[in-house]
C-alpha cells in the first residue's frame, strides 16, 4: 500500500448496501469504468481503488466511514490532478462526503508545502515576533479609493498590527485598480514601518506586512507578481479554489517569493472536511498561512473543526513545514486571548470589521489588538515558568 | 438596478430572523463589514449589497428565498471574482445555497461565452451532423498506455462516435503521458476518418473528433495548448472547477481555438445550483458544450435538474451562442432514444463504460450508438412533417 493513499469518506447508506456502495465509489474514484470490462491485468491490480476499511459511524442514520486505497498514479505530480481523485466525480454524488485523507511520503515529497511556514512568518515580521502570535488586519470595504485603503493601511501599520491583508473581495475592480491600489498601500505601510522604527517605543523594530490580494487568471496573476516584486510587497493572500488550485501552486507557491495567506471562499463545499481541505491541502499546495471562520463569529463551524484544522496546519507531514492557522470570521478584540488559550502561540489572528467599526477609535483598538496578541504571550509564558 | 446582478439564494432561517439573515447575506456578499462603520455614501448607495426580495419556499423546514441585488462594480471584468462575489463567502455557511444569478447585459458582454457553441460543433463534425444529436465516448482506463488507448480511439472513430473524449481522470500520469497520448490517439482518430472518408457508405465524410482532457497550472496547460495546436486536435475537454474558472477562461477560451467541453468534477458543490453553475456560468466562461450527471445513472439529480441545465446551456443568454447539454454518468445505448426525447436534437450524448463494457462486441456496440443518434432524430422529423 506505501504508493497508495488512504482517502476517507462518510457514506450514507443502508448496512445491507454498504459493501457495494463502496466498491463503487472504489471504481468511480479511480477507473471509472466496468471492472469487468477491464483486461489488462496491471490496470485491475495496481489503477483500481481499492476498499480498505467500511466502519459503522456513530450517530443518527445510516452512514459508514469508507476508507479507500488509492493509487498514487492516478495523481502523478499533479495538485490538480490530487483533487480529482480525492472528490472529482463523487462531489456530484449527495451521498458521499470527503472526510480526510493519507498521503503515502512520495506524493507528500511531490507537494511543494509552505515555503516560509510559520518561522518565515515570523522573521518577515522582525525579532520582536519571535515566539508569539501574529495579528492581522483586513483592508476594506471594497469601492473605496486606492488612497483610502491605503490610508487605512497606514493607520493599522502605525497601530502595531502584522500582516494587514487586502479584504479577499477587492480584486482588480474599477474602485482600486491593483496597479494602484498595491503601490498605494504598500508605501503607506512603509512609512508607518519607518516611523515605527524611529521611534523609541514598543513598536521599534516592528515591521508591518501588507498582504494584497491576487486574483484572476495566469495572466493577471502573472502582471500581479511583478508589481509584488517591483513595490517590495512582502506578502500574499489568494482564494485556492477561486484561482484554482494548479495555478496556486504552479505561480504563487513558485513565484511569489514571499509568504502565502490562503482565504477559503468558495472552499465550503460543505462535503469536503475543513481539517483536511483548509489544514492539510492548502499547507501542501504551499500556503504559509490558512485563515478560517473560527467558532462564535460570523460562521458556523464548530470549536473542534477549528482545532482540528489548526491541527493539520501544523502537525508534522513529510518534512514540510507547519503554516499558521488563521482564525478569523466575525472576532473581536475582547476574544483575543480566548483564542490565544484554545490556538496557542503558533496562530495569526485575523479581525476585520470589529477594528473597521470602531471608527474615530480605530487606531487605538487597533494599538489595543496588538498590544494584546503580544501581551497574551508575555502571560502564557509567566504562567509556565 | 442596471449595473446590479440578481443573484438568488435558499436561506434558512426562522421567519422571525430572516430580514436580519438576508441582510447579513447582503453585507457578506458585497462589502463584508459593519455598515455603519462605512463612511463613504458612494460605497453604501452603490457598492453594499441590496436584499432585493425574500419569499418563503414551499416544502419543510423554515427557508426563504432571497434575491440580493449585487453591484456589477464588485466583479469587474474577472470571471473568478464572479465566482467570489456569487459564493465565495458564503459557501462556508451551511444555511445558505446559490439558486441562481441573473447577471446584467454589461457583465453578459463582458463573458466570453461560447467561442463555437451548439453550431461549431455540428461544424466540426462534418455536413452530416446538420440538425441532429452527437455521440460522445470516453478513452478509459486510466492506466492504459497511449497506445493501448489509441488503438480505443480508432474503434469508436471507426464505429462512427462523434466526439471520443479522454477519461476526466487522464491528466498526465506516468502511463500515458500527455506527450505521448494525445499524438498517439489524434493519429489514430484521423486515420479512422480517412477510412470513413474513402467508404462508400454511411460514414462517408464523418469526422470524428478527439477532445483530450487538458489539466493543471498554467505552464502545463500552456505547454499542452501546443501539442493540442501541433497535433491538429480539433476539440479538447477540462474541469472548470479544478483547474480554475479564471485559467479557464483567460487560457482555454481565448486560446485554445477548438470547442471546449466542460466536465463538472469538483463541481458539485451540493449548495449551488447545477443548472447555474453547469449550465449558465460554464457557458458563460467558454465552455462550448457541458457534461453533467443525467438522472437514472449512478449519480442522483432529479430529471427536472437535468432539464433544467440543459435549458441554461441553450436559452437566450446576451449574444451568447448556446451550449451543447451533454448528459452523462452511467448512461447505456438502450436509453438513447429516451435521453433524446428528454433533450432533444441540441444535444450531445455520453455513453462511457457501457460501451466499453461490451468487450469484443464493443465496435459493434459503438456502431449502433452512433447510429442510433442519427435515426432518432430522423423518425423525429418524419413525425414532426
Not at 482588480?172 to 498601500?185: E, L, S, Y
Not at 490556538?343 to 474615530?360: E, K, Q, R
Request: glycine share 10%; proline share 7%.
Amino acid at each position: 500500500m506505501s504508493n497508495r493513499m488512504m482517502v476517507r469518506y462518510r457514506v450514507q447508506c443502508p448496512p445491507e448496501a454498504i459493501e457495494a456502495r463502496a466498491q463503487a465509489l472504489a471504481i468511480e474514484q479511480s477507473i471509472e469504468m466496468p471492472v469487468q470490462a477491464v483486461r489488462d491485468t496491471r490496470v485491475r491490480a495496481e489503477v483500481l481503488g481499492q476498499v480498505a476499511a467500511i466502519e459503522p459511524t456513530v450517530g443518527p442514520g445510516d452512514a459508514f466511514e469508507v476508507t479507500l486505497a488509492l493509487a498514487a498514479e492516478t495523481v502523478g505530480d499533479e495538485p490538480g490532478q490530487l483533487m480529482n481523485m480525492l472528490f472529482g466525480n463523487c462531489s456530484l454524488q449527495p451521498d458521499v462526503e470527503l472526510l480526510d485523507a493519507v498521503l503515502p511520503p512520495s506524493m507528500l515529497t511531490a507537494l511543494p508545502g509552505p515555503r516560509f511556514g510559520i518561522e518565515g512568518w515570523r522573521a518577515a515580521v522582525g525579532d520582536g515576533a519571535a515566539g508569539r502570535p501574529l495579528s492581522c488586519a483586513a483592508l476594506k470595504p471594497q469601492g473605496m479609493s486606492a488612497h483610502a485603503l491605503a490610508a487605512l493601511a497606514y493607520v493599522l501599520a502605525r497601530a502595531g498590527i502584522d500582516v494587514i491583508k487586502d479584504d479577499h473581495g477587492l480584486a482588480d475592480q474599477a474602485a482600486a485598480p491593483f496597479a494602484q491600489r498595491v503601490p498605494a498601500v504598500q508605501q503607506a505601510v512603509e512609512r508607518a514601518n519607518r516611523e515605527k522604527a524611529a521611534a523609541d517605543g514598543a513598536l521599534a523594530g516592528h515591521r508591518s506586512l501588507y498582504a494584497p490580494s491576487l486574483s484572476g487568471g495566469p495572466e493577471r496573476l502573472s502582471a500581479q507578481l511583478r508589481i509584488v516584486h517591483a513595490e517590495g510587497v512582502r506578502a500574499a493572500l489568494a482564494c485556492p479554489m477561486i484561482i484554482g488550485v494548479p495555478a496556486f501552486v504552479e505561480l504563487l507557491r513558485a513565484h511569489a517569493g514571499v509568504p502565502l495567506l490562503a482565504h477559503p471562499a468558495l472552499a465550503g463545499h460543505a462535503r469536503i472536511g475543513a481539517p483536511l481541505l483548509l489544514g492539510r491541502l492548502f499547507r501542501l499546495f504551499g500556503a504559509d498561512a490558512t485563515i478560517f471562520p473560527n467558532w462564535g463569529g460570523r460562521f458556523s463551524y464548530p470549536r473542534t473543526t477549528c482545532l482540528a484544522i489548526a491541527e493539520c496546519a501544523r502537525a508534522p507531514l513529510g518534512s514540510h513545514a507547519p503554516a499558521l492557522p488563521v482564525p478569523a470570521g466575525g472576532m473581536s478584540v475582547e476574544r483575543v486571548d480566548e483564542i490565544l488559550d484554545d490556538f496557542g502561540a503558533d496562530t495569526m489572528l485575523l479581525i476585520g470589521g470589529d477594528l473597521l467599526a470602531a471608527g474615530d477609535a480605530m487606531a487605538a483598538r487597533a494599538a489595543a489588538f496588538a498590544a494584546r496578541v503580544a501581551r497574551a504571550t508575555r502571560a502564557r509564558e509567566t504562567t509556565d515558568d
